[in-house]
């Protein structure tokens, strides 16, 4: 058994103020490690980072943008677990190109990934320490809202993994007496993107105001919208495992999803809401027969269903322990 002081850093990049994916993770992780380790949450790892007492393990997420840290960590702690945890652009990008990222899977004692999907794109001889984490979030059902449209939402800050413009250019093929609306949260990374939300917004369209920018919003404001609305977009053309999706699925709301590995490890192979990437016109389809056919909606939503117990966050927080319990008592 570990001693009750032993310690466990947690790095990511993205920390707090980012307000995304890999924020939420780490944040969560490490209040399910507080009751039995001291636990420590930083953008990066150093040895004078803990003042001096270096940790029993260490969490890094992203093995790109922590290499540095997973380095240091590997040459100041030899033989102490090192669990890695693969972010979207990790697995589908980065591993086959940059040398820092493979650099990182070959000191991880441990790999994790969030859906099911993942593993495969490691090379085989590292499947063996890799193990699969869903992410969770708690069931929340927000109050219905008043419905005067067909109330969609698109949750993540605008970049070119989440491809926004999709949904955007899927907004202009809808018919004019459409009822789909579309509610954006997430902040523009860059100009070309807030110039797109702005004209967007300030069109004029037939009937329903069809796009609606909310830019950045608080998280638990977040889940609120998400869980008043009769569907959610995932357009995104790389993704290790969302969870926007998963904050979906527990708020009884179904997803209308890129057909990408790390959405089908979430979702399941057999789900009927896709579309192919970056497709417009396959997405204002979706869009337009999710609003008009209840059976279909409903079909989406059962399906969804059905892979809510993955994301439970006693589920998970079971695997985090086990994780970092096992790493540990190979030490």
């Given at each position: 058994m570990h001693p009750p002081e032993a310690t466990v850093a947690i790095i990511s990049p993205a920390l707090r103020k980012a307000n995304n994916g890999n924020w939420q993770t780490a944040h969560r992780w490490s209040r399910f490690l507080q009751k039995d380790y001291d636990v420590t949450l930083a953008a990066e790892w150093t040895a004078d980072h803990e003042g001096g007492a270096l940790p029993a393990c260490l969490?890094?997420?992203?093995?790109?943008?922590?290499?540095?840290?997973?380095?240091?960590?590997a040459a100041a702690c030899p033989g102490r677990p090192l669990v890695v945890v693969l972010t979207g652009t990790d697995l589908y990008r980065d591993i086959r190109h940059d040398a820092s990222a493979r650099h990182s899977l070959a000191l991880a004692t441990h790999l994790v990934v969030l859906q099911d999907e993942g593993p495969a794109e490691l090379p085989a001889a590292l499947r063996g320490k890799c193990r699969v984490i869903y992410q969770s979030a708690p069931a929340c059902r927000a109050p219905a809202a008043p419905r005067d449209a067909f109330d969609v939402v698109l949750v993540g800050h605008m970049r070119a993994e989440k491809d926004p413009l999709t949904p955007m250019r899927?907004?202009?093929?809808?018919?004019?007496?459409?009822?789909?609306?579309?509610?954006?949260?997430?902040?523009a990374l860059d100009d070309a993107y807030r110039q797109a939300a702005q004209a967007l917004q300030s069109r004029a369209w037939p009937g329903v105001r069809r796009y609606v920018w909310l830019e950045n919003l608080p998280h638990a404001d977040t889940r609120r919208r998400i869980g008043q609305?009769?569907?959610m977009v995932v357009s995104s053309v790389m993704e290790g495992g969302a969870n926007v999706i998963i904050e979906a699925v527990t708020s009884g709301v179904p997803v209308l999803?890129?057909?990408i590995p790390g959405n089908v490890g979430m979702l399941g192979r057999d789900y009927d809401g896709y579309f192919p990437p970056g497709d417009a016109a396959q997405l204002a389809l979706l869009l337009e027969r999710a609003s008009r056919d209840a059976a279909f909606l409903?079909?989406?939503?059962q399906q969804c269903a059905r892979r809510a117990p993955l994301f439970s966050p006693a589920r998970?927080?079971?695997?985090?322990?086990?994780?970092?319990?096992?790493?540990?008592?190979?030490?």
């Open positions: 969490i890094a997420l992203h093995a790109r943008r922590s290499a540095s840290s997973i380095a240091r960590f899927a907004l202009a093929l809808l018919p004019d007496d459409s009822r789909v609306r579309l509610t954006h949260i997430g902040s609305a009769q569907a999803a890129s057909r409903e079909r989406l939503r998970e927080r079971a695997a985090v322990i086990a994780l970092v319990a096992e790493a540990l008592q190979g030490t």
